[in-house]
């Protein structure tokens, strides 16, 4: 079974800077389409953001120019920089390979105003 923790969470004000990372117990994500989704209080969890095998990137409209998706395949560990963060970022972020179905514990990310 895929195992994922997720790290780098916290409390930062409006404007600041977290880095999430993703941390896979072995290579899963060299050859496979990975994404970060968050989910707010009394919100559906939403995708953020995809990295494909292919090294191509795509962010939800709300993140794009402020979050970077990246991949180290040689520590089995996905990034997720999140820059200018707002209030509206304050959310439980998870990471995931799109084609499986489990869940992580999330970290969670609280951005201050």
């Known amino acids: 079974q895929v195992q994922l923790v997720e790290s780098g969470g916290g409390l930062v004000q409006a404007g600041g800077s977290l880095r999430l990372s993703c941390a896979a117990s072995g290579s899963i994500f060299r050859n496979n389409a990975v994404g970060w989704y968050r989910q707010a209080p009394g919100k559906q969890r939403e995708l953020v953001a995809v990295?494909?095998?292919?090294?191509?990137?795509t962010y939800t409209s709300s993140v794009k120019g402020r979050f970077a998706i990246s991949r180290d395949n040689a520590k089995n560990t996905v990034y997720l920089q999140m820059n200018s963060l707002k209030p509206d970022d304050t959310a439980v972020y998870y990471c995931?390979?799109?084609?499986?179905?489990?869940w992580g514990q999330g970290t969670q990310v609280t951005v201050s105003s």
């Open positions: 995931k390979r799109l084609k499986d179905v489990s």
């Open positions: 990295l494909t095998s292919g090294g191509s990137t």
